[in-house]
């Protein structure tokens, strides 16, 4: 078999194992209407890692410092938010939903302004306003403009004992905001005399897969916690096995 | 309005639009307009429009990006680094310099960091030739210019007109799904029980992405900005306005909204 043969069977059978746990993780909790909260954002955010990992592992050609993470970023927030949210689920999930609530009543009257000029629009607001007003209505919905669980994410990491996460969200950073440290480094043609612009090709990071993977395992581990089932790494342990056997291989 | 369409009747357009694209940046940075051509000014701008003609042209070139789960995690730095180039013309010399050591700053304060509780030696060694190449950098940027921070925001305000438009537009969804918060997963990762005895609670659930062709038309959209902002000729790109006139062709792209409509909702 190729390496690429052998590349894509390792990924294809690593997302559908990661599927089977997500199922056997959210089918292992029964719905109980005390933990309503809890248990739709530590299963939509699991839900999330799981698209976001699996999406980015699936194709290598993103395994690179660009666009990679991009992907990488957002699932470490989620990781942070997950362990923060472990130590006082009922809480901090409430908390969780009520500052999402408020940047859909944000949202909303954003559209609201530019909906009253475009007429096109005005059944996407609707749309949007239902949505809202059958969770909570928005008369009683408070916008927060500042960070969700009243602290920095550092200060969570700190908190949650993930403060290594925190180190990587920081070093992520800089491809995110396009802060001139990335872009110079990226977008310039240092062999050039002049440094002219490019659009570059982008270098493999072999880091990328390791690090979804490690994402996606991660939010088990506090999905799990949580739900207080027993955690197992297998999946991950076995994904990034089979990479070292390639790259050793290869 | 979401526009669901088989990527194959139009990866011919978007391919030549990739093509165009590429074209249009080097056509630009070989024909600056005078005033930016004052060092450092055309290597930081020129660099800023080279990332952003590249995530551009990621996004509209692959349906990968058209959903709502990964697409906002392109364009939201796409819309920002549109902010902050319009916003970097304003005032290109002092600005172009204050925000690249504002950066660096950055970047040495984190790189230093790292090196001093990390007790990995590869990595000590890796931060050094890191630091040794943000100082090289850093005496590129050695006049007298203080380090300017501004957030998306701030530069959208100051801005006004579409800039501010679109910022009103898509930022919050965008950063939503950047930071994963829940009224991006509530809309995109779970579902509505049906089972009454549960009360409609919310269920995780495993799906995939749906394909819209609109967040590849916001890329292209959000691209020709910055094309039309340091031209200061107020026209349409010839490869944007090509892709669109195909695209209605095809009946995929109707009734787009006007520049005055969009400008008039800003003041709005």
């Known amino acids: ?250 | 309005m979401q526009h669901e369409i088989n990527f194959e009747d139009v990866k011919p357009q978007l391919e030549r639009y990739e093509n165009q694209l590429t074209q249009e940046l080097s056509d630009l940075v070989n024909s600056w307009p005078s005033d930016l051509e004052i060092d450092p000014i055309p290597r930081v701008l020129g660099a800023l429009v080279a990332r952003h003609v590249t995530l551009a042209s990621q996004v509209v070139a692959d349906p990968f990006f058209w959903n709502p789960d990964v697409g906002p995690l392109v364009l939201r730095p796409l819309l920002e680094s549109w902010l902050k180039i319009e916003w970097i013309l304003k005032s290109p010399l002092k600005r172009t310099i204050g925000l690249a050591k504002a950066d660096l700053n950055g970047a040495k304060n984190r790189v230093q960091e790292l090196s001093e509780t990390t007790r990995n030696s590869y990595a000590r060694t890796d931060s050094k030739s890191l630091l040794e190449m943000l100082a090289s950098e850093e005496n590129l940027f050695a006049s007298d210019g203080k380090p300017v921070m501004v957030d998306s925001w701030k530069m959208a305000k100051t801005l006004g007109g579409q800039a501010q438009v679109a910022y009103r537009r898509h930022h919050v969804r965008m950063s939503s799904c950047a930071h994963g918060a829940w009224n991006h997963i509530a809309r995109y990762n779970l579902a509505i029980n049906t089972n009454p005895l549960h009360r409609n609670n919310f269920i995780p659930v495993w799906r995939q992405p749906d394909t819209d062709l609109n967040f590849a038309l916001i890329a292209a959209d959000y691209c020709d900005r910055v094309f039309q902002a340091i031209r200061r000729d107020g026209r349409m790109s010839s490869s944007y306005s090509e892709l669109i006139v195909k695209l209605e062709k095809l009946g995929i792209v109707q009734n787009l909204p006007s520049d005055e409509e969009e400008f008039g909702a800003a003041s709005a």
Not at chain 1, 133 to 147: P, S
Not at chain 1, 221 to 241: C, E, I, M
């Open chain 1, 1 to 250: 078999m190729s390496f690429e043969a052998e590349l894509q069977t390792l990924m294809d059978n690593y997302v559908r194992q990661v599927r089977l746990d997500f199922e056997r993780a959210v089918s292992g909790w029964q719905a109980d209407v005390r933990l309503r909260e809890v248990q739709a954002v530590m299963g939509g955010l699991l839900s999330r890692q799981c698209l976001l990992g699996t999406m980015l592992v699936r194709r290598y050609d993103y395994w690179e410092n660009l666009i990679g993470p991009l992907f990488l970023r957002a699932m470490v927030e989620v990781t942070v938010n997950m362990a923060w949210i472990s130590i006082e689920p009922a809480l901090r999930s409430a908390k969780f939903v009520s500052y999402g609530l408020g940047q859909s009543k944000l949202a909303l009257e954003h559209a609201r302004n530019l909906a009253s000029l475009m007429e096109e629009s005005q059944e996407a607001v609707d749309a949007q306003a239902m949505w809202l007003n059958v969770q909570r209505h928005e008369m009683f919905t408070d916008v927060n403009v500042g960070q969700w669980a009243d602290m920095d994410l550092e200060t969570m990491a700190n908190q949650a004992d993930v403060s290594k996460l925190y180190t990587l969200y920081s070093f992520l950073g800089p491809a995110a905001h396009g802060s001139w440290d990335h872009v110079f480094q990226f977008f310039l043609d240092g062999a050039s005399e002049h440094e002219r612009p490019i659009i570059p090709v982008p270098r493999l990071n072999p880091m990328v897969p390791y690090l979804a993977a490690q994402g996606i395992d991660e939010a088990f581990r506090f999905f799990r916690k949580v739900a207080q089932q027993p955690h197992s790494s297998g999946t991950y342990s076995s994904f990034t096995n089979g990479l070292e056997d390639l790259r050793k291989a290869g």
